[in-house]
């Protein structure tokens, strides 16, 4: 594991890998560089692959408050902790994180997304105004688990029965230590969670060869979220990965990744 030093002097922990042009991968909800090792491991014979614990995990640090401002300057120091220019791929929550940080001119050579989980349109509830403060009290209060049911059941829509055989898991406990960061994600997905179009402005801003990605066994949201990012920017391609859901395999995923950023 190293290290790279946000400008708040949050410690950023990462594992680098591989060889060739810089990637750096951006975990979403729940999420940290373990979460990528198999991913950055399928990658590495063609990319220097940068793996990190987004704030608030793993070895990260977590300095407060939080703000989505103080991610962006995570993810610019990963930059920077990479030779100044990179690749970005960003999962869920975290392609959304990767986004915004494209639309802020973060020094981002292409970037490429899987299933940013915008909700923009009808295809689904969206997510209530309450959700963010609801997390934070859950933690607040010590119910970390039952903030990472709610959101499974709010976010993710996943059935009860599901959440209930989840919390007998071994991996439950894990997923514990993690909650205090879901409402790290809500504030990063902010409105666009609403059921309305995407900001215009970003057609100006992100102007980089842009990939977004979904799985062909994904619901209609996402599916239709991928959809918009891509008609939005001027030089996006969509691929849609048959058989897979919002958790793509790696050995599926990283061949469409690294033909697109070797490409």
Known sequence: MDTTMSSDGTLIAYD?????????????????RADVALLAAALAPHLTVFAYDRRGRGGSGDTQPYAV???????????????????VFGHSSGAAL????????????????????????DSRLPIPDEY?????????????????????RVALQLPPEM???????????????????LSYDGEVMGDHMAGKPLPAEWSRRVTIPTLVIDGGESPASPRNAVAAVTQ???????????GQGHGALAEV?????EAFFRG
Do not use: C, N
Request: glycine residues 8%.
């Open 132 to 152: 963010v403060p609801t997390l934070q009290a859950l933690v607040g209060a010590g119910r970390r688990g039952d903030a990472v049911e709610y959101f499974w």
């Open 232 to 242: 939005l920017l001027p030089h996006a391609q969509r691929r849609t990965l048959q």
């Open 16 to 32: 680098r890998t591989g060889e060739g042009p810089a990637l750096i991968l951006v975990s979403g909800a729940l999420g940290d």
């Open 69 to 87: 401002d103080r991610e962006i300057d995570d993810l610019a120091a990963m930059i920077r902790a990479a030779g100044g220019r990179a690749f």
């Open 163 to 181: 959440i209930a055989r989840a919390r007998t898991t071994p991996r439950w406990p894990r997923l514990e230590a993690l909650a205090h960061t």
């Open 253 to 257: 995923l990283a061949p469409v990744l």
């Open 98 to 121: 990767a986004l915004e940080a494209a639309v802020r001119g973060l020094a981002i050579v292409k970037l490429a997304l899987y299933e940013p989980p915008y909700i923009v349109d």
